[in-house]
């Protein structure tokens, strides 16, 4: 732990200014090169929470859970970049998505995204603390508390000093380790488990369902609600929202691509162990499935290799935890600080690094005493993930359709969320002369799944395409889902979500005789600390964390120098 913040810390004392740019702080100058913008999206989006949770799917559902688990999630990276270019095409220099959304609707829909992106990254600040408090009460004296506190601290001392900046290049560091262990350890573990012997003897451990790599129980339990909370994840989530920000324009295809088969490729490695576990009978400490890999790793690794698997599960929380840092300290700054209480004209970029860093504070002390609590890690993706669904189809929509208004943003987001509570936590009484209820709760969940797909269309075939793919799907679905699908309270929940705020947004908005002209948001986002960036001529070569970047990324980044300067 020692070698691993340390390491860390040193690289963001090295990039350190004496005065810190207030835009750089949250966006680095929105240049950030190939090499480090793809490997830090990769490592935000491999939170340790995925490593715990693709390796519980695989034990709950057997060699689908993981497939489950990590493709869909990889496909999801995917499904960001066509979004992320008409993003970028209309608020180039912005810094958060609530800040665009205050320069297209107003302060409504501004706090709306803004608050649920706090409580979203505190959670997932939460969970990432809990998932290291595990892996240091099992592997060392520390009890679960002291580990919680150990990895709160190490995240903030790297990350208070440069913001995003300390993140994104931390990422690539992290990221590579990551990737180097599941390539040693996973192998390593199924051999001393006696692979492939182990998955013949073991076979009679698993039931009908798990044995089958085309479950339904698999599907419809992990695999369409992760479709349907990953979808809101790429949409919603400011950290995510924050790279597409950062990487250069013309970078934005191949990082998310990148990017995309790495999440991929070591989500499922990883989930394998939970297959394995299963195969071998393996129970966890507790009946808790988050013990798994810490437990495999204790029980099959010597000590060397158990090191490194440490640090990739450090690795894994630290490289999410201080994008969620980052992401509430630019949300603070910008939309609290910077929009609503000084104003964008009389912000003071100084004020704003200092409103930033005591944010990050005040999160990871929160996080701390909520992660005492141990709730549940898949759990909390799953929620978080239906949170933000109610604000995929109003989000998407504010960038491309002149009609949304602000009221039907913000009422559409909320009917959103007041549906997915109870249908998610089963408060509907759906038995006796209920029924009609149930069959409704069926009907709006349908239409999400029109609303799901349809959206997924548009992003790369356009809007013909997308009406076609979303009718098509949701009448396919309805012969099999409508009478059955309420029964699916974590699958049900998330795609009403996504139909209630569809259709509200929709019929609130298409009767506006206003069209908004997009062109506006550009006038409207922009940099905080002028002075400070028009002082350092707005120059790459000037920037300590571009010119890594630029470094790491090759020809691509070595040509940015005048083309950036003029954009």
């Known amino acids: 732990m020692v070698v691993f913040f340390g ?20 966006t680095a100058g929105n240049r950030i090169g190939f090499g480090i913008s793809a490997a830090s999206m990769t490592a935000t989006w491999i939170w340790a929470s995925s490593m715990y949770a693709s390796a519980s799917s695989g034990y709950t559902y057997g060699i689908s859970g993981p497939i489950h688990y990590g493709l869909w999630g990889a496909l999801m990276i995917l499904f960001i970049y066509p979004f992320g270019k008409r993003i970028r095409e209309v608020a180039p220099k912005a810094h958060t998505l609530a800040e665009v959304m205050y320069a ?15 409580v979203g990254s505190l959670i997932s600040l939460m969970s990432n603390f809990i998932a290291g408090g595990v892996l240091i009460s099992m592997l060392s004296p520390f009890n679960f508390v002291q580990g919680v506190i150990a990895i709160a601290a190490g995240v903030l001392l790297y990350t208070l000093w440069s913001g995003f ?78 790279r597409l920000f950062a990487v250069r324009k013309d970078l934005i ?29 393996f129970e966890p400490t507790g009946g808790n499935t988050d013990n798994l890999i810490p437990e495999m790793a204790a029980s099959y690794l010597p000590f060397a290799l158990l090191c490194l698997v440490f640090v990739m599960i450090i690795g894994a929380l630290a490289s999410t935890a201080d994008s969620d840092l980052s992401a509430m300290s630019s949300i603070v700054m910008a939309d609290v600080y910077g929009q609503n209480i000084a104003g964008k004209q009389r912000a003071n970029p100084a004020v704003m690094i200092w409103v930033g860093r005591i944010t990050m504070i005040a999160a990871t002390a929160l996080a701390v005493v909520f992660a005492s609590f141990e709730f549940s890690i898949l759990d909390l993706l799953v929620f978080v993930g239906a949170l933000w669904g109610a604000l995929v189809f109003p989000v998407i929509a504010s960038f491309y359709w002149k009609k949304v208004t602000n009221v ?33 709760v069926d009907v709006l969940a349908v239409l999400g799944i029109g609303v799901i797909f349809g959206l997924m269309a548009f992003g790369f075939f356009g809007l013909r ?38 259709i509200l947004c929709f019929f609130l908005s298409f009767r506006s005789k206003r069209e908004f002209d997009f062109s506006v948001i550009k006038e409207r986002t922009g940099d905080f600390d002028t002075e400070h960036r028009h002082a350092l001529g707005d120059d790459p070569e000037t920037d300590e964390t571009a010119q890594a970047a630029d470094t790491v990324s090759g020809p691509a980044g070595a040509r940015t120098a005048n083309s950036t300067t003029k954009e």
């Open 253 to 281: 295809r191949p990082t998310f691509i990148t990017a995309t088969v790495g999440y991929g490729a070591m989500v499922i490695g990883v989930g394998m162990l939970g297959v394995l576990a299963l195969y071998l009978g």
């Open 465 to 502: 395409t997308a009406y076609i793919v979303g009718v098509v799907t949701a009448v396919a679905a309805a012969p099999f889902a409508i009478g059955t699908l309420h029964e699916y309270a974590t699958l049900s929940g998330s795609l009403v979500a996504y139909s209630a705020s569809t």
């Open 104 to 118: 297209r609707h107003g302060r409504g829909s501004q706090l709306m995204l803004a608050s649920s992106n706090i």
């Open 165 to 242: 900046r300390a993140s994104v290049l931390t990422d690539f560091i992290q990221v590579m380790a990551m990737l180097a262990t599941v390539v040693i350890v996973v192998p390593v573990i199924f051999v001393a488990a006696d692979f492939p012997a182990a998955f013949e003897t073991g076979a009679a451990n698993l039931t009908p369902e798990q044995s089958n790599f085309f479950s339904s129980e698999a599907f419809m339990n992990q695999g369409a609600p992760y479709i349907a909370a990953v979808l809101a994840y790429a949409i919603g989530n400011q950290t995510i929202a924050q």
């Open 7 to 26: 390491g860390t810390f040193l690289i963001s004392f090295r990039i350190r200014r004496r005065r810190e740019n207030a835009d750089d702080f949250m």
């Open 408 to 440: 039907g943003f913000v009422v559409g987001a909320l009917a959103g969320i007041a549906i997915f509570i109870p249908v998610r936590f089963e408060l509907f009484p759906y038995g006796g002369g209920f029924f009609a209820l149930a069959i409704a």
